[in-house]
């Protein structure tokens, strides 16, 4: 049976964007897909606000947060630290043997720039990770006062993930002056999992240079090489590349500032919701995200049988809350397609399964 999903990622994916993954297949080093590649350039180079190369990758995000790790990072690197996958990205700097740090904080707490100001005037860093939305807690980090911060210290590249705002709100890469900004495809761009997108600064690609043993699959300069000839290194998901023209259609005509300003509205009824019935946010006031609301348990809902009961009754599938924190909250997601009918429809079920599932004494 098939589920309408309302979890933070893989988000619901369109017909329309279906149907598209479903055109014939092409030869990834065929005249054809070099059309298909470059003719999608511009609009990432718009969406990611940068006049450098969008790569894409066949990998989750993790395959390029890894690999951007195994490109820039010759000294060591400070990974900042403030949810479950903040956390994973310190694991994963260790298991590729890099010199790691970690600048930590309690889940739903934020960032703090003038702490990375503290740590990178050691020295003893020439790489930072930051997650920008921390999905699993629902907190946003403060990006552009973070940026400000690292841009005092020009030998420290920069790795921001951005998979769960990526076109929910501007992130603009240049201006900030990110070295690599990441982002995968099934949160706010409504697709399928299995593909990465990523823009390099040159900053980044001349450190590459000097790094050894960074593999193969995940070459930043094997990336620039064959995007100049409008290819990827290995072999695509050429039905995504597809499904991602698409949705960059669908974006254009619904308007990029239309775009954050629905996602903006959809966010907000969110937490009015919230707040109208006597619950809170779990993130730090004022650092909220944006993409979806992360919602504190008070002990008064069975969060197994609210979700069993959207799956029998609207065949609904919400979220639970993601590691240490599962059940304590659960995620609403606004990012996507979503509508004001769509949220406003999942709110109702939500009040329908809560007063359902409700525990008497």
């Known amino acids: 049976m098939s589920f309408r999903l309302y979890i933070p990622g893989p988000v619901e994916v369109s017909e329309e964007t279906l149907q598209a993954m479903a055109s014939p297949m092409i030869g990834h080093r065929s005249p054809e897909f070099v059309d298909l590649y470059q003719s999608i350039q511009p609009d990432l180079q718009k969406l990611f606000y940068t006049e450098d190369p969008v790569f894409i990758s066949t990998s989750s995000a993790w395959g390029v947060m890894e690999g951007a790790l195994r490109n820039v990072v010759q000294k060591a690197v400070l990974n900042c630290m403030s ?9 994963v700097s260790k298991r590729c043997g890099k010199n790691a740090r970690a600048l930590s904080y309690e889940w739903g707490v934020a960032v703090k720039p003038e702490d990375i100001r503290r740590e990178l005037e050691s020295g003893d860093f020439d790489t930072i990770t930051l997650i920008h939305n921390e999905t699993s807690t629902g907190t946003m980090n403060p990006l552009e006062e973070i940026m400000a911060v690292l841009r005092e210290f020009p030998d420290v590249i920069s790795i921001v993930d951005c998979v769960s705002s990526f076109t929910v709100l501007p992130i603009e890469k240049d201006r900030l002056g990110i070295d690599v900004l990441l982002t995968g495809s099934q949160k706010a761009l409504a697709l399928p999992p299995g593909m990465a997108l990523l823009s390099i600064s040159e900053r980044a690609l001349e450190r590459a240079s000097k790094v050894p043993d960074r593999g193969y699959y995940f070459d930043f300069h094997e990336f620039k090489k064959n995007h ?16 991602l023209k698409q949705q960059l259609a669908v974006i254009n005509q619904e308007g990029v500032e239309a775009r954050y300003t629905r996602h903006r509205l959809l966010n907000s009824l969110v937490r009015d919701w919230v707040r109208d019935r006597g619950l809170s946010l779990f993130p730090e006031a004022g650092y909220e995200s ?14 197994p049988s609210i979700n069993n009961y959207l799956r029998e009754n609207f065949n609904a599938q919400m979220d639970q809350g993601y590691g240490k924190i599962k059940g304590k909250t659960f995620r609403i997601n606004n990012m996507g397609n979503e509508t004001e009918a769509s949220i406003r429809e999942y709110l109702g079920f939500l009040d329908q399964a809560i007063e359902a ?5």
């Not at 599932?357 to 004494?361: E, I, L, N, S």
């Open 290 to 303: 944006v993409s979806l609301s992360c919602v504190s348990n008070d002990g008064s809902l069975d969060i």
């Open 83 to 91: 949810g479950a996958f903040s956390d994973k990205w310190f694991d």
């Open 357 to 361: 599932t409700k525990v008497t004494a």
């Open 228 to 243: 100049d000839k409008g290819m990827t290194p290995s072999t695509p998901v050429i039905s995504h590349i597809f499904a």
